[in-house]
Every structure is written in structure tokens, then in C-alpha cells.
């Protein structure tokens, strides 16, 4: 397939086969006579025979020298706008006559994109497949209920809470939103870093460039509006890089931050007035001898020192050297872009602030089931009766270990008369001076400053994971069994 994309490219270099411009900007003409998709080529040329002739002379070659056939069973001849006799055009080199608009891989092509019919086909993908809503409802449906039929479960806690990172206090599941934001942002990176490339030079043609590192940005609905999606990122791509100066080709000299923590003409807004290059890459205002800025008139006599100090600064930076411009990304130590830290950065965890030592949950030897359900137990989660209650349930709360109180979380969890002693049990073990916290949320929290008194670093975090999640069953029912068991063992080793 290389060997035919080589051929039709020096077809196209000889004016052979003529392909189509993306870009009507003489200075921007990208055109490409062919595209190829794994087996597949598309040729684009014009309705003439000659070209058509050319066409079929590099086919019959192309298959004699690499033994492979075109398929012309498969193959089609699409007329763009008005062609007049497709027929003898087609007969030249052979293959069916196809009309646009079509599908290829599944998507529209040739058809106006601002035609609304055809784009029924691809919204109805997207709602399929695509929409984050609807695969949030599935993802939400699975944590709760897994992939069991049978009783509707209770979503016992806010999405919005379970997708927050678990420093927050979430549970640190992927927020599709954010994550396919950072995905976008990659391809901003890409075309700012990456080298030639044929998709890069299609966007630039159709866009326009406005800098060196990216595109102008998109007022227009072209097509999905896609890259304009992309494009507007690019003020968050931009405020998290910085330039590491190579050759200084890529930089601008005022408006780039390269030297300080803000552009030289936020720095010098005096001297910016003056100097005539406002536009111009480093590489440009410096030669063999130093720098060459060139200002509109001689300077005054007060303005001498502050021109010294300008000069100063510039001179910290060192001198240019042959390698290109690099564009380094803030959030990582070397300086490459991750998908990982973007999402970090676009990631709208909401702000969980009860609890300092979420971490500790997370951070322990224990069974991950039981880190969650700690996390459930913390958070106040767990269906306990008074939960039970609020969730319109029919039942008179009362704790079934001491069945005097109303029960509630931190009373079944801390404070009822039976917990505590298990409680006491483990804290008199580990000799540790301890004052019960009113909340499950604070008991974490002070088990994190206060247990230090032992040495004993992952038994420490362990303990409060244990004591909350008692064996890790879910049920009210069964938590208050292993409860019971584990006081009757505790009564027993006494
Ligand atoms: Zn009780």
C-alpha cells in the first residue's frame, strides 16, 4: 500500500492527478490527492479523462509489481457536484458508479454538514454509545446493585460524592466529563508538539494558525464542530505550559512566557511602547552579537537605567542553541503532557471538608471491601433503621443490641452500650488513652492523631477499618452478628 501512496503522490508532484485543496488560502494549500484506511484508498482528482488515464496506468502498475488485486467489484467512482458523463469517465477506469451521499466506517460522507437529515444516523450513535449521562446511569446502577436483577437497591450515595477523588473524601471513580476533556487537550498538545503530519497540516490549512502553536479559533460551524470543541481548551493547555527556549523559533519575544513568570511585555510595558518588533520570535531579535531590538526613537536620559535593567534580565537566560522549542507541560516533572494529571486538573471534585484523613482508609492494609464500607460508615452512609426511616421505610427505630435507643449511625457504630465494650476491648490491647468522638467521621480523625501513641504504624490504621466494618457484611442484620460474636470472643479472652 506504500508502494501506491508513493505513486500517486509523484502523480500528484507532476500534475498528473490533481486533488483538492482544503484550504482556498493560496499560502495554506494543503492538497491531497488520496487517503488510505487500512486496505481501503480514497483518490480524490477531477472529472477529467486524462487524469482518469493516469489513474489507471498507476493501478494496472501497482498491481503488477506488488502482486496484489484492486478489488473492482468494491470499487466506486463517486461524482462530486455536477459531472456530466460519469459514464465514459467511469468506463476509463472501470469500478461501479456510486452516488454521495454515503457512508463510510459508519459515518456520513460527501453529504453537506449542515443538512440536519443526515445527521440523524450519527446522533443516533451517540446516544447508543456515547452520551455520558446514560453510561453514568448504567456505571451508577452497577455500584449499587451489581449485575443482579431481582430488588431494587438503594443509591446510597450522590454521584457527584462517589465521583470525587478519595482525598475529597469520594470514592474516586472516574468522572467521565473530565476525562474525556482530557483526552481533548491531548490533541492540542499534539498538534502543538508533535512533527508533520498529515491531519495537523489539514486543521492548520482549514483554521489558520495563530502563533506557533496552535490554531485561530473557531467562530464557524464547521462539519461536528469538533476541533472548535477542542480549540476552545487551549487557554487551559496554555496557562499550565511553559516554553522551554531552544532556537527560539517558536517563541515570541514579548508575548511568550520565557524568561520571569509573566511576558516580557507585562514586565517592560515602557519598553514594549518603544520597541518596534512587537511580534517577533526570539530567534529573530537576536544575532551572533546579542540582541537586536531596534526602538522607535533614542531614549531619554531617565530612561537609561531602566533600559540597563532591562537588558539585565535577558541576560539570565542563556543563550539559544540549535534544538527546537519545546513546550513543556507544568503538571508532570518531566515536563510531558499525561491524560492522568490533565484529568487531575479538570477533575470538579466537590469540596468534602468534614474529614482531613480520608486517606487512611484508603492507605491501610485492609480487604478493599472493607475500606469501602469504613468509607460508607464515615460518610453515614450505611442503612441503618433511622437511614431505613428517612428512605420512607415503616419501622419503629430501635437499636437491637441495647433495643433502648434510636438507631442511628454513630450510636450503633460508637456509643451503644454493647459496641463500646468491643470498642474498649481493642483500645485497652493497644494502650492507648481514648475519648469516644460524638461522629464515625471524627473517630477517623482522632484514631489518625491520637493512635500514634503506639508504634505500631499498619496496625493503627487498620483498627478503626475493622472495628466500623466488623467483617465487612453489608446488612444490618448480620453487622450486629459479627458485633455480638466478636463481644461474646472479647468476654471470652477475658
Ligand atoms: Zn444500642
Known amino acids: 500500500m506504500g508502494g501506491l501512496s508513493y ?71 463517486y461524482p462530486v457536484n455536477e459531472v456530466p458523463e460519469i459514464s465514459p469517465l467511469a468506463n476509463i477506469l472501470g469500478g461501479n458508479i456510486g452516488e454521495l451521499p454515503t457512508t463510510y466506517l459508519g459515518m456520513p460522507l460527501g453529504a453537506k454538514s449542515k443538512s440536519l437529515s443526515i445527521w440523524n444516523s450519527v446522533v443516533e450513535k451517540c446516544e447508543k454509545k456515547l452520551i455520558i449521562q446514560r453510561l453514568n446511569t448504567i456505571r451508577r446502577n452497577f455500584l449499587w446493585q451489581g449485575n443482579g436483577e431481582g430488588e431494587k437497591k438503594f443509591h446510597l450515595v450522590k454521584w457527584d460524592v462517589v465521583i470525587s477523588n478519595k482525598k475529597e473524601g469520594g470514592l474516586g471513580i472516574k468522572n467521565l466529563k473530565s476525562h474525556n476533556k482530557s483526552l481533548l487537550l491531548k490533541w492540542l498538545r499534539r498538534l502543538a508538539t508533535d512533527d508533520q503530519s498529515l491531519w495537523k497540516d489539514i486543521i492548520i490549512a482549514r483554521y489558520g494558525k495563530e502563533g506557533p502553536w496552535t490554531t485561530k479559533e473557531v467562530y464557524t460551524p464547521y462539519g461536528v464542530g469538533l476541533w472548535r470543541t477542542i480549540r476552545n481548551k487551549w487557554p487551559r493547555m496554555w496557562s499550565n505550559s511553559v516554553i522551554n527556549v531552544g532556537n527560539g523559533r517558536k517563541t515570541l519575544f514579548w508575548n511568550d512566557i520565557w524568561v520571569g513568570q509573566t511576558p516580557l511585555r507585562q514586565q517592560f ?32 536620559d531617565w530612561e537609561v537605567e531602566r533600559m540597563t535593567q532591562f537588558y539585565n534580565t535577558l541576560e539570565q537566560d542563556k543563550n539559544l542553541t540549535c534544538e527546537k522549542d519545546k513546550l513543556i507541560w507544568k503538571l ?10 490533565a484529568y487531575k486538573l479538570l477533575d470538579i471534585s466537590i469540596e468534602i471538608k468534614e474529614l482531613r484523613s480520608w486517606k487512611m482508609i484508603w492507605k491501610g492494609k485492609i480487604p478493599h471491601k472493607v475500606a ?30 441495647c433495643e433502648s435507643e434510636t438507631e442511628t449511625i454513630n450510636h450503633l457504630f460508637l456509643h451503644c452500650k454493647v459496641t463500646e465494650k468491643l470498642w474498649k476491648y481493642f483500645i485497652n490491647l493497644r494502650g492507648i488513652t481514648w475519648t469516644m468522638p460524638r461522629n464515625t467521621a471524627e473517630v477517623l480523625a482522632c484514631w489518625n492523631r491520637d493512635g500514634n501513641q503506639t508504634g505500631h504504624k499498619e496496625g493503627r490504621k487498620i483498627v ?4 466500623l466494618a466488623s467483617g465487612g457484611q453489608y446488612g444490618g442484620r448480620e453487622i450486629r452478628d459479627v458485633l455480638r460474636t466478636r463481644v461474646s470472643l472479647s468476654k471470652a479472652l477475658k
Request: hydrophobic residues 40%.
Open 7 to 77: 505513486m500517486l503522490k509523484i502523480a500528484q508532484v507532476n500534475n498528473r492527478i490533481r486533488g483538492f485543496k482544503v484550504s482556498e488560502e493560496e499560502s495554506l494549500g494543503v492538497s491531497i490527492s488520496h487517503l488510505q484506511y487500512a486496505d481501503d484508498t480514497l483518490v480524490f482528482c477531477d472529472a477529467e479523462s486524462e487524469q482518469l488515464k493516469h489513474l489507471r496506468v498507476i493501478f494496472i502498475l501497482f498491481e503488477a509489481i506488488s502482486g496484489l488485486h484492486i478489488n473492482w467489484g468494491k470499487s466506486f467512482i
Open 269 to 300: 510595558p515602557d519598553i514594549y511602547i518603544l520597541n518596534q518588533q512587537k511580534m517577533a520570535t526570539i530567534l529573530e531579535v537576536r544575532n551572533e552579537q546579542g540582541w537586536n531590538l531596534t526602538f522607535r526613537r533614542f531614549l531619554n
Open 332 to 341: 508532570e516533572k518531566d515536563g510531558k503532557f499525561k491524560v492522568k494529571s
Open 372 to 401: 469501602c464500607f469504613t468509607w460508607l460508615v464515615a460518610r453515614q452512609y450505611v442503612l441503618t433503621q433511622d437511614n431505613l426511616m428517612k428512605r420512607g421505610r415503616d419501622l419503629c427505630s430501635r437499636c437491637s443490641f
Open 464 to 467: 478503626p477499618g475493622s472495628l
